[in-house]
Each structure stands twice: as C-alpha cells, then as structure tokens.
C-alpha cells in the first residue's frame, strides 16, 4: 500500500511539473479524502491551494476536514470570501467546531464571519461544553421525527432533509419540546408493512443515550460495546441535542490511546503527530518527566549511601544491584500496564483490588520462584564457578537470590495498585506506568536487598 501511495505522489509532483492540471483532476478524483489530504505532506506549501482548487466543492470539504490544522491554516488564508463560504457550508458542524478551536482568533473571525447564522449558532454551542465531553464531540445534525408521524411521511422528510445530515441511517423520535422517545432506523421504515403506519408502533423505546457531560472515552466505549453507528446526545432535561457517530468514537480511541502510552513513556501528551513536531516541542514534552525521575532516584542514592558499610564489607552485592533494579521495574511494568489497559476497557474498577491483588500475588510468587531458583545457578554456575569469583559465597548467592523474589512480589503489588488508586483520585491510571513505577521499585528492592544482607550476612 505505501509502495502504490508513493507512486501517486510521484505522478502528482510530474503531473504538476509539467502543469497537466486535466489530468490531475481525474487522479484527484478517484482518491479517497483521506488519501488526497495526505498527499499535501509531500507538496510545496505554494503548490497545496493549487492542487485544492481542483478539487469538486464536496471532495474539497471531505479533503480540508482530514488535513492536518497546519495545512488548513494556509488553504483559509489563501482563500477568498466566497471560496471559503463554500468550504465552510460544506462542513458538518462538529467539524466546524474542530476547525475554529484549532485556528487562531483572526482565522475564526474570517470562518465564522462566513457561516450562516444556523451554523455559527450551532458551533457556539458545541464550543461552550467542556473539552473531552459528548457535548464537545456531538454533531447537532441529525434526523428527527414526531411520533404521530406515518411510515411514508417519514421517508418523505428523510429525502428531504437527509442531504446536509451527517447520517441518515439511525433517525430519532422527539416530542415537540425534543425530548427523546424512540430511534427508528431506515430498515425499519423501508420494511414497514404498511406505509399509513404511525412511526409510535415501529420504533424502539429502549434507546441508549450520553449526557452532554459524559467524558468522551465513555462515549467511544459505549459506541464499540453496542455495535452502534450513531450515539443520541441528551441535556440535563432529556432534551435531544446532538449525535456522536462512530468516526468521531474512532478518532477518540486514537488520540486517547496516543495519549496514554505517550504518558507511559514518561512524557507529556503532544497535540501534534511526532513529523510535524520540533525538537523543541519534543523537549517540552519530555524534559518535566526526565527532571521528575532524576529528582526522585535521590532516594535510590540514599539508600545506597546508607549502606555503605555492608558494600564495603561484601563487595560482590554491589555488582547484582543493576540486575535486582532492572527486574523489579519490569516487574512492576508488567503488572501496571495489564492493570491500566484493564482499566481503560473498563474492565475493572476499585471494588476489584482485593480479586486485583490476590491474582498479582499468586502470579508475582510463581515468577518469583522460578526466576530465583535460575538465578541461583546462574550465579553459582557462571560468577563463581566459571569466572572463579570467591567473593561469591553460598550465603551471598542466597541473599540476591530471596532478594530477587521479594523485590519481584512488591514489585508487581505495588504495580497494580498504583494504577488503581489513581483512578479513584480522577488521575490517569496511565501515569502510574513503567517509569514511575520502576522508580519506586528501585528504591524498594535496595532497601529490601540490604535488609536482607544485614540479617544473612551481619554486614
């Protein structure tokens, strides 16, 4: 696929070349929004509104939507009134919506001055609910219908009305102060027996719906857990306000998804894809975690300090300190990012930390055994038999050995019970991941490792 992609790149750039604008136009034509936005990554910035005005007004609207806020920025300032007024009618509100809060104040006060006043007021609205809310990602277009309705005068307004919808296929039953009684789909409508039937005896009265504060990764949970194509959007008084449809769920589950395992990775979610950002904005994003994890791995250097003494005095135990802090963390990276995956599934929730822990237990025992029991000949085998290390007693085999083991058993405790309390405290689970952990568990396994030391070998 990205062998073809890169062939139509190249036969856009000659065709361009050698200004075949005709032929360009057929190509353009054939593509997918999707694709053509994509083919504007490798274009001159001077050749991108050339390429645009080529396009037919309802494939140029499809194409701008899927562009990245950069590329937008410079079609709108290319444009003239009338182009833009032409994008701007073509663009379901919830895009428009996107588009004025990634734009900056002069560029929206040229987008809105062009809408109509129907769809300024529709943004308005959108804009004025809480970020990574329904009401944030809704649509308010839809289809509706009145109950008292017949079968033929709801396909009738259906053609009438579905062109500027953003889906037609899921229609919704609201009374005349627009509270939500019933969704009936076109199926339903096209398989009626009767075309005088009264769409109150085909619809269904179990209707699933989101307030405009759900948090949008309920949303994008819902949708995937009904198999639904559209989700109905209500306010605080059931009153029917919008649609969320399975693209928007889409895009949520990627941006969300993007964000955790950004921040499992030590750093701060990032608004742009990683070729559009700059070192600097790279920095930015990873310099406060790095500073954090420097900051707290004091506590590892004084423990560390603490027992000097024991060093000193069995030398050997310094050299197995990387190994009883690498597995530890692992360990606990294991255990942290099962849980939190669990938890964004909404698999588990804090009720579940006792069934949580006593399966980490029983799990963290098992490979604790059986990594201590390979390490001991490991050691034995390798450090003192093989490199001839007579520093490396039975005693000091059997003090990394039962470290091994406890640091594993914490490690993997402490692993799935920080994600967990997170979640209660209305934190991310997934800052509670791999590099924090293993922070913790560093300090935990030298403590345990020279405790250990102390009792065994009276150091």
């Not at 663009?91 to 040229?110: F, I």
Request: aromatic content about 6%; overall charge negative; proline content about 3%.
């Amino acid at each position: 696929m990205a062998e073809k992609f890169d062939i139509v790149t190249k036969a856009l750039q000659k065709m361009l070349e050698e200004k075949k604008y005709a032929a360009l136009r057929d190509l353009l034509l054939v593509m997918y929004p999707s694709d053509i936005a994509e083919l504007f990554y490798d274009v001159e910035e001077e050749k991108i509104p050339l390429i645009f005005r080529l396009l037919p007004k309802e494939l140029a609207a499809e194409t701008f939507v899927e562009m990245e806020p950069e590329a937008q920025e410079l079609l709108i300032r290319s444009f003239s009134d009338n182009e833009l007024k032409e994008i701007v009618d073509e663009l379901y509100v919830d895009d428009a919506a996107d588009l004025v809060e990634e734009m900056p104040a002069n560029v929206v006060k040229r987008i809105l001055k062009q809408a109509d006043p129907e769809m300024r007021k529709s943004i308005n609205q959108i804009l004025r609910y809480p970020d990574n809310s329904a009401g944030s990602l809704m649509t308010t277009e839809y289809v509706s219908l009145r109950p008292e309705m017949t079968v033929e005068e709801a396909i009738l307004r259906i053609r009438r009305q579905g062109v500027d919808k953003e889906t037609i296929y899921t229609c919704y039953v609201t009374a005349k102060d627009r509270k939500l009684q019933g969704i009936v789909t076109v199926k339903d409508l096209l398989l009626a027996e009767d075309d005088e039937l009264k769409i109150t005896d085909i619809m269904s009265t179990n209707v699933i719906s989101v307030s405009t504060l759900t948090d949008q990764e309920e949303v994008a949970r819902m949708l995937a857990k009904y198999n639904f194509l559209a989700l109905p959007v209500v306010d605080g008084e059931d009153r029917m306000v919008g649609i969320i449809t399975f693209d928007d769920a889409m895009d949520v589950i990627e941006e969300e998804t993007t964000e955790d395992m950004e921040i499992m990775g030590g750093m701060l979610p990032s608004e742009k894809t990683y070729l559009r950002s700059s070192a600097f904005d790279l920095f930015k994003n990873r310099i406060p975690w790095l500073m954090l994890l420097m900051v707290s791995a004091t506590f590892t250097g004084l423990i560390i300090t603490a027992f000097e003494g024991a060093l000193a005095a069995q030398v050997a135990l310094t050299a197995f300190i990387p190994m009883l802090m690498g597995t530890g963390g692992n360990s606990g990276a294991q255990s942290s990012v099962t849980v939190i995956r669990a938890l964004s599934l909404d698999e588990l929730r804090f009720a579940d930390i006792g069934t949580v822990i006593w399966k980490e237990l029983r799990t963290a025992i098992l490979c604790g055994i059986a990594l201590a029991v390979v390490c001991f000949a490991k050691i034995w085998l390798v450090d003192h038999l093989l490199m001839g290390n007579e520093d490396i007693t039975l005693m000091v085999n059997a003090v990394v050995c039962l470290t091994l083991a406890a640091t594993v058993v914490l490690a993997k405790l402490v692993g799935c019970c920080l994600p967990m309390v997170a979640k209660v405290l209305k934190l991310d689970p997934a800052v509670m991941a791999s590099p924090f952990i293993s922070t913790i568990v560093d300090a935990l396994s030298l403590l345990v490792y020279f405790l250990v030391a102390k009792s065994l070998l009276g150091v």
